[in-house]
């Protein structure tokens, strides 16, 4: 099991930026991806980024290349997602998951996830 808790939403205008953080308990952190994902009121939940166990490789959803980052700390137990240029478009509450080794894209391939948190973006 692991267990999977995220901070740092909020309310921001257009243009700003926050900080997620997710942090993990119980099995070893650093054998899964980790994965960020959103849900918007009415709309499926989406993946947005992930980073694979080492930090090595990170991907991401095309509507937040070159403004979102995500990064781990494998000692801090703690996956992070960096958010510059907001867009009231990116107004959601935000998941972190773990899942296996590879490129998971789909929220049926993560097996653990957070609670969310929510940002609320506004124009």
């Known amino acids: 099991q692991v267990q999977l808790v995220e901070s740092g939403g909020g309310l921001v205008q257009a243009g700003d930026s926050l900080r997620l953080s997710c942090a993990a308990s119980?099995?070893?952190?650093?054998?899964?991806?980790m994965g960020w994902f959103r849900q918007a009121p009415g709309k499926e939940r989406k993946f947005v980024a992930a980073?694979?166990?080492?930090?090595?490789?990170?991907y991401y959803t095309d509507s937040v290349k070159g403004r979102f980052t995500i990064s781990r700390d494998n000692a801090r137990n703690t996956v992070y997602l960096q958010m510059n240029s907001l867009k009231p478009e990116d107004t959601a509450v935000y998941y972190c998951?773990?899942?296996?080794?590879?490129?998971?894209?789909?929220?049926?391939?993560?097996?653990?996830w957070g609670q969310g948190t929510q940002v609320t973006v506004s124009s």
């Open positions: 119980g099995r070893t952190f650093s054998s899964f991806t």
């Open positions: 998951a773990a899942g296996p080794t590879g490129w998971p894209r789909s929220v049926h391939e993560y097996d653990y």
């Open positions: 980073i694979t166990r080492s930090g090595g490789f990170t």
